[in-house]
C-alpha cells in the first residue's frame, strides 16, 4: 500500500538537514532611502500646512456650532413618512367619526320626532321608571328611548334664587 522511502520519486533527505537562510541584497541604497524620506516629509507639511489653513477658513465659532446643533436637531425630529401617513389617516378617521355622530344624532332627533310611543298593536309603548333618588315616577320610551319628566319645581343653585317650575 505505502511505498518505503527509497522507492519515492521525491528526494526527501534535504528535510532532515537545516536550510541556510539566504539573504537578499537591500533593495534601496541608504541614499534612495533618505531621498524618500525627504519627499514623504515635505509632502506631509505641505498637506498639513493646507488643511490647517482650511481649517482657519472654517473655524466653529460659538455661533456656528449653535446653528449647527440647531439644524441637527430639526433633521432628527422631522417626521418619518409613515408618522405623517399615520397623521393624516387619524386626522381623516377623525373627522369621518365627527361627521357619522353628526348624522347619528341627526337621525335619532328624526326618529324621536316621528315616535307615535304606541306599538303597532295600539298599546302604550312607554314605561314607567321610579329608580331616581326623589322616587318620583318619569317615563320612558321603548321604541325610541326618549325620556319623559313630570313636571316638578327646581331651586336655583344659589341663595335667594326663586324656584322654578320646569316641563
Known amino acids: 500500500m505505502f511505498k518505503k522511502d527509497s522507492e519515492s520519486p521525491i528526494d526527501l533527505s534535504a528535510l532532515n ?7 537578499v541584497a537591500p533593495a534601496l541604497s541608504v541614499d534612495q532611502i533618505a531621498y524618500m524620506n525627504s519627499a514623504i516629509s515635505e509632502a506631509l507639511k ?20 449653535a446653528e449647527a446643533f440647531r439644524l441637527a436637531e430639526l433633521e432628527r425630529r422631522k417626521p418619518t413618512e409613515d408618522e405623517i401617513s399615520k397623521k393624516k389617516r387619524q386626522a381623516r378617521e377623525k373627522a369621518q367619526m365627527h361627521a ?4 347619528n344624532r341627526a337621525n335619532l332627533q328624526l326618529v324621536r320626532d316621528n315616535c307615535s310611543h ?7 309603548a312607554v314605561a314607567i321608571i321610579r329608580n331616581y333618588h ?3 315616577p318619569r317615563g320612558i ?4 328611548h326618549e325620556f319623559f319628566e313630570p313636571a316638578h319645581w327646581m331651586c336655583g343653585q344659589r341663595p335667594r334664587t326663586p324656584a322654578v317650575l320646569t316641563q
Open 118 to 124: 304606541k306599538y303597532s298593536n295600539g298599546s302604550q
Open 46 to 65: 505641505d498637506l498639513t500646512s493646507q488643511l490647517h489653513a482650511a481649517q482657519q477658513a472654517n473655524a466653529f465659532t460659538p455661533a456656528s456650532l
Open 141 to 144: 320610551c321603548l321604541k325610541c
Open 17 to 23: 538537514s537545516p536550510a541556510e537562510p539566504k539573504l
Open 134 to 136: 326623589d322616587r318620583n
Open 100 to 103: 357619522e355622530a353628526e348624522t
